[in-house]
């Protein structure tokens, strides 16, 4: 029967070809949840809502930065990604109606994708809303129908014709860019849209779409286990990155990326 551990100082993530390993300076328990810090210093309410922001604002940030990671490691557990594809909203064949309702948006995102399955039942995406700028680039001019959602998909859809995906979409234009050239997609796509996760409207809301078919990184933990899989590996890793950080849980953090050749 195999005793699976409490605690651990280093944790490997392997997505597709790359991988990356964390080195803690604290152990860190599984399956604990953290306490909530209590800030003896607080005696003002302006103080308080003050803190209070802040603890949102650095949640919030966490929260991109962590969607972010699970954005580029799907795309690299998931090679066959390469057809890149903006979905966007048409307020003028609706009677200038808006689309800036998240539920109302999602839903249709939804029939969409069921629509384009019936079609391609092997269909595998990744998706991320945005909400358009309400101003035109380098202008103050104010777009008509600006702020509408719009979706950015990364699948592995075969060659079809812009006419035939907008019709399938209904809603408006469709922009297809084919990134087969793209060495490293993960974070070519990640750079692209991980800007629109800091949008405030996207605050609480889910902000990645994925199909259940997509593969999923494998996590390693504990020294023996990670030196037991790099020993396995036929190749040596290629580190790409490596660099060194303070963390608020487990202090400081090692972290280092490879490809593997």
């Known amino acids: 029967m195999e005793i699976k551990p409490r605690v ?31 800030n003896k210093n607080k005696i003002k309410k302006d103080t308080n809502d003050e803190d209070k922001e802040n603890e949102q604002n650095l949640k919030s ?13 799907l795309v690299n557990s998931n090679p066959d990604l390469k057809v890149f594809i ?6 003028h064949k609706f009677g200038d109606k808006p689309f800036t309702d998240f539920k109302e948006c999602n839903l249709i995102f939804s029939n969409f994708i069921k629509r384009l399955k019936r079609k391609y039942p092997e269909l595998k995406y990744l998706a991320v809303p945005e909400f ?5 680039h380098r202008t103050n001019i104010r ?20 006419e035939e995906l907008e019709k399938i979409w209904g809603y408006g234009f469709i922009k297809i860019n084919n990134i087969r050239q793209v060495s490293a997609v993960g974070p070519y796509v990640a750079k692209y849209i991980g800007k629109e996760l800091f949008d405030g409207r996207l605050n609480g809301k889910k902000k990645l ?20 899989y790099l020993n396995n590996l036929k190749s040596p890793l290629q580190l790409l990155h490596e ?19």
């Open 61 to 73: 940030h966490f929260s991109l930065r962590r969607s972010r990671s699970n954005i580029i490691r």
């Open 143 to 162: 777009k008509e129908f600006g702020g509408n959602i719009h979706y950015h998909l990364l699948s592995n859809l075969p060659f079809i014709q812009s």
């Open 209 to 228: 779409f994925y199909s259940r078919t997509l593969n999923r990184s494998k996590i390693v933990i504990t020294y023996s286990r990670i030196k037991e």
């Open 8 to 38: 651990y100082r280093q944790k490997l993530i392997e997505s597709g070809d790359y991988v990356e390993i964390y080195d803690f300076e604290n152990f860190i328990k599984i399956n604990q949840k953290r306490k909530k810090r209590r």
């Open 132 to 136: 358009q700028s309400d101003y035109y």
């Open 243 to 261: 660099t060194t950080y303070q963390a608020e849980y487990v202090g400081r953090v090692r972290y280092r990326l490879y490809k593997q050749r």
């Open 86 to 91: 903006t979905l966007t909203f048409d307020s």
